[in-house]
């Protein structure tokens, strides 16, 4: 897989549920950064960890990072319809610059 | 907020005309980006760049297209001429420090017509 794969590509759940999103990289990482994407828009920064973190918390969001498995997981808890969007990991690579390596994303539907 | 703005939401042009990408970054940040995602695909890194130059590129910005920063506020992209595969939503990016939070404009949309 190339670097920041999310799992699942697509996920489909009720409103009031929790939606977990994982990601993979290959790397060696400074950090790693989720974006959400609503259809035709722009990318909005959720939350950085840090490749020195564990865990990062933001309202319902929850990240976690495994570097030992090079993996980090996106929980949103109580999810509501307006939660519907595509969700993106990007990894800043420790020997690539000040770049971010974007996934190919998870689309997210919410249903009311 | 402050928050990076991009010019025009939305650009039609004819095949092999040159487009000029406007991007205002925040203020105070030192890092600028250009990325782009072709319909249904990832977000791809364009070009990085940092003290008035490029500081990383990919292999899609190639000579067709350019970088400047022409006044201490705008950062443009230019793309000389034009080809189909360039239609894509253009994404500009900017941070203050470096391993800091990269944030993204609303994009624009390119076709090529």
């Known amino acids: 897989s190339q670097q920041g794969e999310e799992d699942p590509q697509a996920l489909s759940i009720q409103e009031g549920e929790n939606a977990t999103m994982n990601c993979s990289y290959k790397?060696?990482?400074?950090?790693l950064q989720w974006y959400r994407q609503n259809s035709g828009r722009g990318l909005v920064h959720l939350i950085l960890?840090?490749?020195?973190?564990r865990e990062k918390h933001s309202g319902r969001l929850r990240v976690t990072l495994d570097t030992s498995k090079k993996s980090s997981s996106l929980l949103i808890t109580a999810s509501r319809a307006a939660d519907t969007a595509s969700y993106f990991c990007?990894?800043?690579?420790?020997?690539?610059?000040?770049?971010?390596?974007f996934g190919g994303g998870t689309r997210l539907m919410v249903k009311p | 907020e402050p928050e990076v703005t991009q010019t025009p939401s939305h650009q039609v042009t004819q095949m092999g005309q040159e487009v000029i990408l406007r991007c205002v970054p925040i203020?105070?940040?030192?890092?600028f980006y250009w990325y782009r995602q072709i319909l249904g695909q990832k977000v791809e890194f364009l070009v990085s760049?940092?003290?008035?130059?490029?500081?990383?590129k990919s292999e899609i910005f190639d000579d067709q297209f350019s970088v400047e920063r022409p006044d201490g506020s705008n950062f443009t992209l230019k793309i000389r001429s034009t080809k189909l595969e360039d239609s894509a939503m253009y994404f500009c990016?900017?941070?203050?420090?470096?391993?800091?939070?990269?944030?993204f404009g609303e994009g624009s949309w390119l076709t090529v017509v």
């Open positions: 203020s105070n940040h030192l890092y």
């Open positions: 990007a990894t800043e690579d420790h020997n690539a610059g000040n770049m971010l390596t």
């Open positions: 790397t060696s990482i400074n950090n």
């Open positions: 990016a900017s941070r203050q420090d470096s391993g800091n939070t990269i944030y």
């Open positions: 960890i840090r490749s020195n973190e």
């Open positions: 760049f940092y003290n008035n130059e490029i500081s990383e």
